[in-house]
């Protein structure tokens, strides 16, 4: 079976209007340098801020733990919630689209 694919585009900071690919299941969102998406421009994106999930061919997104929250669509998430092609997402200060 194989792996959805999740792109993200950046709508904000030095890589405004990026978009990136992973094939991986889990996508890491935080400013340290090991995450998958590494936004260190953003001091009030917490280190391990939040993770992107694929399940059954759906996308999802969980808060871990952060500071300042993680946001979809201007809402601040509790636990996850899930993406389509066009979500807006606030991590820290930082923005990112689903691209759709």
Request: hydrophobic share 30%; aromatic share 4%; charged share 25%.
């Amino acid at each position: 079976m194989r792996r959805p694919r999740v792109q993200i585009e950046y709508l904000s900071g030095p890589e405004d209007g990026k978009i990136v690919g992973f094939s991986k299941e889990t996508v890491t969102i935080g400013r340290s340098n090991d995450c998958d998406i590494c936004l260190t421009h953003d001091e009030t994106v917490s280190r391990r801020h939040a993770r992107l999930l694929c399940e059954g061919g759906r996308l999802f997104i969980e808060d871990t733990g952060s500071t300042h929250g993680t946001f979809v669509h201007g809402q601040r998430i509790q636990g996850r919630a899930e993406l389509t092609p066009g979500a807006l997402i606030r991590v820290g200060q930082s923005w990112l689209r689903i691209p759709g």
